[in-house]
């Protein structure tokens, strides 16, 4: 290992470390003045030194932890073809699918709203390179996997790996593939419970949407949010939906935010207008709706929409290969997916596959970001060595691994409890005898928004260390660093913000009168006796002990902030959430540490997460009256302090 030289007090002898390379020192300098009068040398004028770029290396064959995360627990019999499947992907983004994904950067989507003749277009025009990545995530069955179920309860784990691999380089098409399952799921759930004879309508799409074929392929938007609304549809809802006399609808309203606007269907919330006019207000007045977004019948000669007026594309931080418009529904022809008044509860599927989908991205855009400054560290020499031999650029990478670990396992066991769910159908039921089984199914409904909110919030902060890293190239647009951070701010926004999200948390326990929490606490119980009758070293001995404590000190937290009253746990939602994701980390990497091929990477990501962070957040700031009356008014002074409203 280089050491890295002593800092001088003075400048001077700092100024004596720079040499003239020995190329110049038997070379007659010619010297020459510039616009000022100023003498330039030669060294002066030019340098022939270059960086070595960092290099994308195929993403799977880099990622030891995805690796030993499917050969520890993939069924040997299924193991041995995914990863060859995913090296093949691996291989495929490395040489053919990132640059296409850099392009659709670089080749924004845009709108032309009217002809030359004045006619309504309303034409969004893709890049071919975004029309690829449709073609790619059809052949690669990025969706199909998911429902052919071929490797049974492992299916989602095994689509979710792949979509892990190929989000980073997709250029965003990765929006579309998760509303796209969020709405194959929909439907699958639609088409299973319903007692009346299947939608034609929906069995087409259905076969479209999990089709491997290119010129089958569909995706779909989920269009909700509305000038009103966000995450708010109960309230924020206005759109609304009139009976015709075939048994179909229309829609009338504005869509504020249709991300993929060049889908091929649609899922909506509206409000049905009955025979006198009335329309239902709330969350029990919203029906969802199923739409193609262009017309079969080519009714609008000029557009061929159905009856769509994209108003605007959005100019946004990020996200910029991704078409997100503004939608007037004009007549749209659309229609109705299950029983009326019954939309909020029919697009909870949907969200949790969405919000599933987000986390997975977010993850693997941490993987992405470690694998590059991995890279760069062996390659860019500051101070007499290279960055791979300064112990603390070395300890920073490390501390960004260990993020990236945990985001890594945090959603491949999300996928797991999905996958596990949908291949025993008795998970779904809302009431089971089996504990075992009960478990896993309350545990999915806890841990999706706490996965989605939290690596959502890792991803900006790892991503961001990772183009510091960098020093001024990762400031520079044209190395394409900046994109991954800028893209990377919309996971803690779409399909929840951190804050919408906790509370949804706290919902979720709600609803279930609080099993879901009794199912965590079970699972990390039984899980870290596991650990601790596989583990032999001290070190780890003491991570198990401190996830223990922490679990402990959430369980005290819950009983102290419900005697303090209803508002404790509402404001404290965010560090509650926090605490479950972090210890449900804890167990994870504990486990990977534990397994019989275990490596020194995988011991030493586990002491550090448990050892260097407080595993339970909620607790240390109800110990620091964090959420006390006199507390919060604080906080609003300080927060609005001279504020004139």
Request: net charge neutral; with cysteine; glycine share 6%.
């Amino acid at each position: 290992m280089i050491r890295l030289q002593k800092l001088t007090k003075s400048s001077n002898q700092a100024l004596k470390l720079v040499t003239v390379p020995q190329r110049y020192k038997s070379q007659k300098i010619e010297e020459q003045t510039d616009l000022s009068g100023s003498h330039i040398t030669p060294q002066q004028k030019v340098s022939d030194f270059t960086q070595q770029k960092p290099v994308s290396h195929n993403p799977y064959s880099h990622d030891p932890l995805l690796q030993s995360y499917l050969r520890r627990n993939l069924p040997s019999e299924y193991l041995e073809a995914v990863d060859s499947d995913l090296k093949s992907l691996g291989e495929r983004v490395r040489t053919e699918i990132d640059a296409s994904g850099r392009r659709c950067e670089v080749n924004p989507p845009t709108l032309t709203q009217f002809d030359a003749w004045g006619n309504r277009i309303d034409h969004v025009e893709t890049c071919d390179d975004w029309k690829k990545m449709k073609y790619v995530s059809a052949q690669e069955g990025v969706i199909a996997i998911g429902y052919e179920r071929n490797y049974a309860e492992w299916s989602r784990v095994v689509q979710m790996a792949k979509l892990f691999v190929f989000a980073p380089s997709s250029g965003l098409y990765s929006c579309p593939l998760a509303m796209t399952d969020g709405a194959a799921k929909l439907i699958e759930n639609v088409l299973r419970d319903s007692d009346q004879v299947k939608s034609p309508f929906l069995v087409a799409a259905y076969q479209n949407l999990i089709s491997r074929n290119p010129g089958e392929f569909w995706t779909s938007g989920q269009w909700m949010t509305e000038k009103e609304g966000g995450s708010d549809v109960a309230n924020g809802t206005a759109t609304v939906a009139h009976l015709q006399p075939d048994g179909s609808y229309k829609l009338f309203g504005y869509k504020w935010f249709t991300s993929a606007t060049d889908t091929d269907i649609a899922f909506t919330l509206a409000r049905i207008v009955d025979d006198n006019g009335n329309i239902p207000p709330g969350s029990k007045g919203l029906s969802l709706f199923y739409l193609e977004t262009r017309d079969p019948l080519n009714r609008d000669e000029h557009s061929g929409l159905n009856g769509l007026q994209v108003q605007r594309l959005k100019s946004k931080l990020g996200t910029r290969q991704l078409p997100t418009g503004e939608l007037v529904l004009d007549a749209t022809r659309a229609s109705l997916v299950g029983k009326a008044s019954q939309g909020v509860k029919l697009i909870s599927n949907m969200l949790t596959i969405t919000r599933i989908h987000t986390a997975v991205a977010q993850a693997s855009n941490m993987r992405r970001i470690m694998q590059l400054t991995r890279d760069y560290a062996t390659k860019r020499t500051v101070f007499g060595a290279k960055l791979c031999d300064h112990k603390l650029h070395v300890h920073t990478l490390a501390r960004m691994e260990v993020e990236t670990r945990a985001a890594s396992l945090l959603v491949l066991d999300t996928c797991r409890l999905l996958g596990l769910t949908e291949h025993n159908p008795l998970l779904t039921d809302d009431v089971h005898d089996d504990d075992v089984f009960a478990d896993e199914r309350n545990l999915l409904r806890i841990l999706t928004p706490v996965c989605k909110l939290y690596t959502a919030k890792q991803s900006i902060s790892v991503i961001s260390e990772g183009l510091e890293s960098f020093g001024g190239a990762g400031y520079l647009e044209d190395t394409d660093l900046p994109r991954i951070l800028r893209d990377a701010q919309v996971g803690a926004i779409w399909e929840g913000t951190t804050n919408v999200l906790s509370l949804d948390t706290l919902r979720s326990i709600a609803k279930s009168r609080g099993e879901v929490l009794n199912s965590f606490f079970r699972s990390v119980n039984n899980r870290l006796s596991i650990v601790s009758e596989n583990c032999n070293l001290r070190d780890l001995k003491q991570s198990i002990t401190k996830t223990h404590i922490a679990t402990g000190d959430l369980r005290a937290f819950i009983s102290q902030s419900v005697a303090m009253g209803q508002d404790v746990m509402f404001v404290a939602s965010r560090d509650f959430s926090y605490s479950l994701a972090r210890i449900y980390c804890s167990v994870l990497l504990l486990e990977q540490a534990t397994w019989s091929d275990a490596t020194t990477a995988d011991i030493h990501a586990a002491i550090t997460w448990c050892t260097f962070q407080d595993l339970c957040p909620a607790a240390t700031s109800l110990r620091a009256s964090a959420y006390t009356d006199l507390a919060l008014a604080r906080d609003a002074e300080l927060v609005f302090e001279n504020f004139d409203d």
